[in-house]
Each structure stands twice: as C-alpha cells, then as structure tokens.
C-alpha cells in the first residue's frame, strides 16, 4: 500500500493485532545473549574456593617471651699502648781475610802495565802525506775510499773532465762489444709504431756510458735522418722525458740547457745557478759557456748579468772566468795570510769587505780552501763556514757554502741536495734529476756512500719511495749499477 510520501505502508500493525503472532516474525539473535537453545535461567558467578591455608604459607609469630632476655655484650676494656724498645740495627761487621799467597794468584788477576815499546817503529822514517792534497769534509770524519770498479778510458770527452774518481761505470761489454748501429735500431723498434716499449729504452741507457750515449746519438741522426732526443721525446714524457733527453745529451749541453731554464721568462731560479757555477771545475765551466752560445741566443756571462744583481752578480762572474788554482800542494805561509785577510774583512771589522771574499773564494784550489779553513780555525776557533754564515745573507751566502761544500766535499754536498729533493712530503723531481744525471758517472757513488753516512739511510730506497714507474726504473737503474 503506498503512503502520500512514495513509500510503501505495512500491511501489519505496529503493536500486533488480529491473527498476527509474534512467533512467525524474524527476530535476529540477540548477541548479548546465549545461544543455549531453550532459554536458560541466569545464574550469577560463583569464584571457585581458595585452596585452604597451609602452615607453611602462614607467618606465625613467635610466642612472647619464649627465651630470656640476653644481656647486651660488654666490650673489651682497652688496653695500653705498649710497644717494646725497638733496638737499633747495627750492620755485621766484615772480618778482615788476609789475601792469599803471592803464589796462589793467577796471571790473569793481576795488573800488567802494556809496553811502550813492544812494536818499534818502521826504520827509515816513512815520510808523511800532506792532508791537504785530499781535503777531507769540515763537517763530517773522513771515510775509507771505495774499491774503483773498472771502466773504459773513453767514458769521457778530453775537455769534461770528472772533479773526483770514476765510480760504477758499467758498460754492456768490452768496448769491442759495442755496436751503436744495433742500438740505434733496438731504439727505433722501441719508439717505432704504436706504443713504446720502456723497458728497452731504459735497459740501454743503464747499461751504456756517456762518451757510448753521444755515438748512439750521432748514428741515429746518419741512420735514420731525425734527432734521437726529439724523437724520444715525442713518445714520452712527464719526467721519465726528462731523463732519457738528459741522459743522451752531453755532461756541457745537459748542463747550458739547466741554466737557460732556470734563466728564461718572468723570474730565476737561482738554487740551479747556485748549483751548477759554484760546483763545476774550470774545464767544466768553459765547456758549458761554449755549449750554452751555440745552443741559446747570448752568452752566459750576458745572461746572468741581466737575471741577477749586487754581490751574488758578482761572484757569479767571477766563477765563470775559469780562473781559480789547481795546485794541490798549497803554501801554508799564503794560506795563514788568507785567513788573516778573511778575517780582517768580515768578523774583524764594522761591516764587511765583500770583494776580499769574492776574491779568494773565486781563485784560491780545493787544497787552498781546505787549509785557509785549518788557518781559519786556529785564528777564530771556528770555520769559515761559520764565518760566512755571520757576515752574509740570502743568495751570496748561500753561494760561498756551496764553494766551500763543493770543494772540500763534494758527495757530502750533493748528498744533501738529494736529501732535500727526497724528504718530506712531495718530491722536487727537478733537483733530483739534476743532480743524479750530471754525477752519474763522476761521483755517484760516493754521494750514496756519503747518503748513507750523514742521513743513516740507503739512498736508492728512497729515491725508490718517492718515485713511480718508469721514471723510478731508470733513476734506481742508475744509482743501483755504481
């Protein structure tokens, strides 16, 4: 039936009514219910019964007065302090043993003064060398010579000669044994086509000397028409490059071309011309001044003058005149003058007299220098490098203890300039190509002896920690083979 409002209207009544029993509707389950089927009467909950107390489970206190009181502990009466006469401990006294018989002691138990006169001396009197022909360091002991290996008379050009003896040359062979046409082509097979092969570069280099290096270079050019050093560069480089181009130039060429570096553009390097002028001998620095005109634009003595200024100018031109002694018997009478006139210039007087220094420092031999400073040291009671030290500064001071080094012990001073290049953190891999390849084959082996002696370290292991691959093969070739 439908209602006014669109719904239907229900057929029953609300409440019940006529035939309609409530039985015969739907009624849903009443969840708060029970499902029992019928009906069941409400019963309310019954908690189940706690199990009986046990005796255990029960405190029972005890009985009163169960005991007799106790009575309360009474303590101890104090006692006094007693302490018994401390006696004073007396040491046993040693009791005298007589020594035994003079006849029971042993040899070996009694003094023997040594006798004086046990070796006599060698009859006639052998005559004594002068000190001075062999100058030993200011700084440091003289050392023991090392035993010369053997090397070829040629490993050298007449007008480059070596300031000290020839150590670790080590050619391949006999000089007979030498082929430089083989070698040129063992050079080209290894720059040839893709790729380079360094070992092979590396491996001829070691094992050839300098005066071997210069007729390799010379066939390369008459075999193959190009320049051995500019084609070697163009498959190298880094400092491996610089090595090999070194190596294959002359003691004179690799010499110029350092100084023209450290001359060109804005600024100079004055370490490098501290290091090559104040070092090198007479021969050497005419060599050099020959090399650097006919490699670079000016002469030497031009460049210097316009990169440099004051004392340090000075005594730079000085050196490069050639003009200083090589005698190696000096006069003690012109050396005890010498370390007279040093000193009246320097620490004897208001100022210094730099001339006088330029003077003797640029002229006077090894020798000389060595017994000025003996002179010297008797006068003052110091040296001159002490000297030096006091009354310069900057380059020029820097300069004349480079002389002095560089004469009186030149693998001390190169020594140090390795150590320096080497320690710390970075490598200066300019100072230490520098110095390995202009000593290889003059005094490279003394300047790892005298490592060894001043720092307490091996010098080729590490120039060995501080450099990497190629580049570390070949300069550890060349300190391993003297």
Partial sequence: MMTHNGGFQSLFPPNGGGNFHRSNTYMPPNPYQSQAFPPQPHQSYIPPAAPPLQHTNTYMPPPPQMYPPQPAPQPYPPRPQYQPPQQQYQPPQPQYQPPPPLNTLQRSQTYMPSLPYSNPPIYPPQPQPSPYQN?????????????????????????????????????????????????????????????????????????????????????????????????????????????????????????????????????????????????????????????????????????????????????LIALLQCDRSTNPNPDPNMCQADAQTLYKAGEGRWGTDEPTFIRIFAKRSAAEIAMINDCYIKLRGKGLLNAIDKEFSGDTKKLLQTIVGGLLDPPAYFAMRIREAVKGLGTNNAKLVRVIISRSEIDLGYIKQAYQRIYHRDMLHDVRSDTSGFYRDILTGLIARV
């Fill in 135 to 315: 100058p030993p360091s200011p700084m440091y002991p003289p050392q023991p010579a090392p035993q010369q290996k053997p090397f070829t008379a040629s490993y050298r050009s007449n007008t480059y000669r070596p300031s000290m003896p020839n150590m670790g040359i080590n050619p391949l062979g006999p000089p007979g044994n030498f082929n430089p046409e083989q070698d040129c082509q063992i050079l080209r097979n290894a720059v040839h086509g893709i790729g380079t092969d360094e070992k092979a570069i590396i491996n001829l280099i070691v094992n050839r000397n300098a005066a071997q290096r210069a007729e390799i270079r010379k066939c390369y050019k008459s075999c193959f028409g190009k320049d051995l050093i500019k084609r070697l560069k163009e498959d190298t480089s880094g400092n491996f490059k610089q090595v090999i181009a070194g190596m294959f130039m002359t003691p004179a060429e690799y010499d110029a071309m350092c100084l023209y570096k450290a001359m060109k553009g804005l600024g100079t390097d004055e370490s490098v011309l501290i290091e090559i002028i104040g070092t090198r001998t007479n021969e050497q620095l005419r060599a050099i001044k020959v090399a650097f005109e006919q490699e670079y634009k000016g002469t030497l003595e031009k460049w210097i003058t316009g990169d440099t200024s004051r004392n340090f100018k000075n005594l």
